[in-house]
């Protein structure tokens, strides 16, 4: 009660000397020192008594300032610098922050991978992590960045660690994939690190000494002790910085830095392996591989990391491989294992070494039986279904038969290796399909392409093979089965009786051992539940205690089991169906054999209790109509399976005897013309004259009057249907307003785009020439090789169509303006030279030039007046007019009336008008124009922004000037200091400077005439 009477009191006495402004305290609760100095002062004989004022307790808010700097700064500014300050902050630094975020940055990068796992069969990656494979955990990367910067901005920057800091801040931006920061922390570093006292260092930015530039920090680390002192992270930051370029794809600047590096005589020694590895890694991603081999040696003799250099000596020895010097491939093979690395690693290093052996010496059979002998140990049990598909591809092309065996040995070991069983599914689906056993081979594709990941090397030759072969196994299998239906209509009566009853023995067979196996699974729902493994069942009551899917290793065992066997397949409805499953086929050669799938062959689905052989009959093709149907599928089918072979798996020689045997199996296929005209083609290419020319002749000889006889004449078809007529005018209308548009890219496109849809067609010719037209518009290259380009194109125009008049006249028209052209050339280049402006701006007096890339306006002024001008250079160039009689004459073009106006009373603009110049450089442009203007023009006001007249015309608007003197000030300024200080990064040949009043650029927005409006800002501002 006390403690509280004495504290309301205390209280009180406060309220009281805030309301009548005494002192919080009296002066019988003063400290006795303090009493005797205040009536000492009191009783001072010299001393005004003056009434005590009492000082607030809390400063107003308006005189509080708060200091946002962070504590290193306000730390640098304030502490001194001694040995005990040293100590405790680096130690702070160092085990509070840096310590754990080095630690967390490592286990990052120890446990990233890359999506999937490796294929050793070619060139390894050189680090085990791709930074576009977003292997690496974000999240955790993210920690190590907000950590180092806490220990950057709470401790003081004179710290020995805080650049340490830097660097894992900078490596942990690189592994994120944000490269721009990563390069600008290791840049930082370089700088803000940069040592300043002589005798470490004679300038900041670099010293001759001994003739060589050092740019490295020294470090003293001579000794015992002195291998222990606490290194610079600078020297590291180089190396790292060097690495984000190489991401950046800066290949010349990194060479540049690494020859300084190297040649540095204050570089340490310690980095001298991480040098060589970053100039390995460099020519490798440019696949510079006999450049690579030499700084990879030294990469592998100085490094320190024992993964990375077992990784590196594998590759190595890849490299050897490559560059046919086995031997020292083999040496690094085996130093790969000599280094113990990771079981993955040796086992494919012994696995390179067999491969070798087998290749230099022929000793295949040695090497398969030290294969063998690998199956039977125990730590490679693990890799068992890689030795199998290894000792598959030994015996491979030599034992065919043999090399399957091995690889369907290996898919029936478990294993959660996804990259060796696709390699295995495609290594058989491979064999297969040299074998042109396309039915299996389609097989094992599907299977490769349901367990590869996106990288896998092989992905789209898997996936257009997948796709091609599901269309010939369909065509397969109709050749199959009408074979087989017609064989078994031809069959006499009682014959074909027999046949069939036995098929519905074999399928009423079929149908009572499934249902029995139903009934079995029925009664035993555990045993029928349980996963096969190479043999042994898993089954889920092994597990005791738990249900199946309440346990965690028995989810695991079965997630990996399924995704072993069936790899990466979507949850969707009928996904075997979905994933192009397999298609059972057999080979039509022989006789009829009673199978499961012979059972099928009538094309009817029956249920099995109504299975007869009056049903299956009723399939067969008996009559006339049935048997000329069953015909005309497989001649169709035969002629479909040569334009799939050839046209999509690229396999001539396949295509040209798929068609061979056509025609002696059909001699009078109704596609005949077209199966000679393709065979005579497909010889062609494979420069085969003679068969060529037989074909040839047939065509000619007995089908002249067809479409196919008219392309080996004049390259044109003839008799075509109203419709695909319709469809190619209709194309080549479109095709050529592009072109009269000047949009010639379109144009082009459009025209490779019809000769892939339509073929050889009825407007060939004028294709032809169109295409021969934009290659002359598109020239840029005349002069520097008297237009051989151009004159090629038409030439080729010219010996096509020698007998088609009006095609040959407008080339050869064509043909002779490229003849004129360099005296044109000629005229305009001193017409540039006697007309061009202060801004180099080209007067042209309306000779209406257009460049390849830029888009030509319809001009107002050409309305207006109703033509244009006698000469239009244009045209001139390109030859699209009539044929030109005799040589061109040259001229001056006349000055056509313009529709723009001189106004004094209007407001102006400046207007910067861009060619070909980058959105990078003019938004810089604009930048620095708003700051020019803030600068030097600050109480003018002038606004500067961009405005899009047309796609091709770009330009920077200055606004707004009262009149025109004012204007035409503004625009002597910037014209003088654009080039120096303002945009000094674009060429003065790609902008230019003119000054138009308010109704004059609403007039050009309208008629998008810029080059008019130039010609009239040339003639009445400039030349005056």
């Excluded at 300050?85 to 630690?103: E, I, L, P």
């Excluded at 992590?129 to 709470?154: P, R, W, Y």
């Amino acid at each position: 009660m006390n403690c509280i009477k004495l504290l309301l009191k205390y209280l009180g006495i406060l309220l009281l000397s805030i309301c009548l402004g005494l002192p919080a305290v009296q002066a019988q609760n003063r400290p006795q020192n303090q009493s005797r100095q205040t009536d000492s002062l009191r009783q001072a004989p010299n001393r005004q008594q003056q009434k005590p004022v009492a000082k607030p307790l809390f400063k107003p808010k308006e005189q509080r300032v708060q200091d946002r700097r962070p504590p290193s700064e306000v730390m640098l500014e304030k502490k001194k610098w001694n040995w005990k300050r040293q100590f405790f902050q680096n130690m702070a630094t160092r085990f509070n922050y840096y310590f754990h975020a080095r630690v967390k940055l490592n286990r990052v990068v120890k446990t990233a991978n890359r999506d999937g796992q490796d294929n050793y069969n070619i060139l390894l990656p050189f680090y085990p992590f791709s930074l576009q494979s977003q292997g690496f955990s974000k999240g955790e990367l993210d920690s190590v960045i907000d950590k180092t910067n806490m220990a950057i901005q709470l401790h003081d920057p004179r710290g020995k660690w805080i650049d340490d800091c830097f660097l894992l801040m900078g490596r942990a931006y690189f592994y994120e994939g944000d490269l721009e920061n990563a390069n600008k922390t290791f840049q930082y570093i370089n700088i803000a690190f940069a040592p300043k006292m002589k005798s470490e260092y004679k300038t900041v930015v670099g010293a001759h000494e001994s003739d060589q530039i050092s740019i490295a920090t020294k470090e003293k680390r001579k000794g015992f002790f002195g291998r222990m002192k606490h290194t610079k992270a600078r020297n590291d930051a180089f190396l790292w910085r060097a690495r984000t370029l190489l991401e950046q794809k800066e290949y010349d600047e990194v060479q540049a830095l690494l020859n300084i590096l190297n040649n540095d005589p204050n570089f340490p020694h310690r980095l001298d392996g991480d040098l060589a590895e970053v100039r390995a890694y460099g020519n490798y991603i440019q696949k510079r591989y006999p450049e690579t081999i030499e700084p990879l040696k030294v990469a592998i003799d100085k490094g320190h990391d024992k993964v990375s250099r077992a990784r590196m000596s594998y590759i190595l020895g890849q490299l050897y491989l490559q560059q046919q010097h086995p031997d020292s491939a083999l040496e690094q093979f085996r130093n790969v294992i000599s280094m113990k690395p990771d079981p993955m690693m040796d086992f494919q290093a012994r696995l390179q070494i067999a491969r070798t052996n087998a290749q230099t010496t022929g000793d295949v059979a040695g090497s398969i039986s030290g294969l063998r002998h690998m199956l039977k140990k125990q730590r490679f049990e693990r890799f068992r279904d890689g030795i199998l598909y290894t000792m598959g591809s030994l015996e491979y092309p030599n034992h065919p038969e043999a090399a399957i065996n091995y690889m369907k040995q290996s898919l029936k070991i478990p294993s959660d290796n996804l990259m060796q069983r696709t390699l295995t599914y495609k290594g058989i689906a491979d064999i297969y399909y040299d074998q042109r056993n396309y039915t299996d081979a389609k097989k094992y594709y599907d299977s490769t392409a349901g367990v590869m990941t996106a990288d896998f090397v092989d992905a789209p030759v898997v996936a257009i093979r997948k796709e091609v072969l599901t269309e010939v196994v369909v065509r397969l299998e109709t050749i199959h089965r009408e074979d087989s239906l017609q064989k078994l209509a031809a069959m006499s009566p009682s014959e074909r009786n027999i046949v069939l009853t036995k098929m519905v023995a074999v399928m009423e067979k079929e149908a009572a051992d499934k249902k029995k196996k139903e009934k079995l699974e029925a009664a035993n729902p555990q045993e029928g539940s349980s996963l096969s493994m190479g043999g042994t069942a898993y089954s889920p009551k092994e597990e005791k205690g738990d249900w199946y899917f309440y346990n965690a290793g028995s989810k695991s065992s079965g997630y990996s089991e399924f995704k072993r066997k069936w790899g990466n397949r979507q949850p969707t409805d009928n996904w075997r169906r979905s994933q192009n499953g397999v298609v059972n086929a057999t080979n039509s050669n022989g006789p009829i054999m009673i199978t499961e799938e012979s059972t099928s062959i009538t094309g009817a689905s029956l249920p099995t209790d109504s299975i007869s052989t009056e049903r299956l009959a009723a399939g067969l093709p008996l009559t006339p109509e049935k048997l000329a149907a069953s015909e005309k599928s497989v001649k169709d089918a035969w002629f479909d399976l040569g334009k799939l072979y050839h046209d999509k798996l690229e396999n001539y020689a396949l295509g040209i005897e798929t068609y061979d045997s056509l025609l002696i199996l059909f001699p009078d296929h109704p596609r005949k013309p077209e199966v000679l005209y393709s065979l005579y083609v497909w010889y062609s290419k494979l420069n085969h004259t003679a068969q060529a020319n037989q074909y040839k002749t047939m065509v000619l000889n007995q089908y002249g009057n067809t479409n196919f006889a008219d392309i080996i004449r004049s390259g044109g078809l003839k008799d075509i249907d109203g419709a695909k007529k319709k469809e190619i005018t209709t194309a080549y209308n479109a095709a050529y307003e592009a072109f009269h548009n000047g949009d010639y890219t379109t144009a082009m496109t459009l025209k490779k785009q019809a000769d892939s849809t339509y073929g050889v067609n009825f407007m060939q010719s004028k294709f032809d020439l169109l295409e021969a037209m934009l290659i002359v518009k598109t020239d840029t290259s005349f002069l520097a090789d008297s237009g051989r380009l151009s004159r090629n194109a038409v030439q080729a125009v010219l010996n096509k169509y020698a007998s088609d008049e009006p095609v040959r006249n407008q080339a050869q028209a064509l043909m002779d303006a490229l003849n004129h052209r360099a005296e044109l050339s000629d005229y305009l280049a001193k017409l540039e030279v006697r007309k061009k402006d202060a801004n180099g701006v080209l007067l042209d007096e309306n000779v209406s030039m257009r460049y390849p890339w830029q888009n030509p306006q319809p001009v107002l002024a050409d309305r207006l007046n109703g033509a244009k001008a006698p000469v239009d250079s244009t045209k001139i160039a390109a030859g699209i007019n009539a044929p030109l009689p005799g040589p061109i004459a040259v001229k001056a073009p006349e000055k056509p009336v313009t529709p723009y106006k001189i106004t004094a009373d209007n407001p102006f603009f400046v207007v910067l008008s861009f060619q070909r110049v980058s959105k990078e450089l003019m938004d810089e442009g604009l930048n620095q124009f708003a700051r020019y203007n803030a600068a030097k023009h600050a109480s003018d006001k002038i606004e500067v922004g961009s405005f899009v007249l047309t796609p091709n015309d770009v330009m920077l608007i200055f606004r707004l000037f009262p009149n025109e003197d004012k204007a035409l000030t503004y625009y002597d300024e910037v014209r003088e200091q654009a080039e120096t200080s303002i945009i000094p990064r674009i060429r003065p040949t790609e902008y230019s400077f003119f000054v138009i009043s308010r109704d004059n650029f609403i007039l050009l927005n309208s008629t998008k005439d810029l080059a008019g409006y130039r010609k009239f800002f040339t003639d009445n501002y400039v030349t005056q």
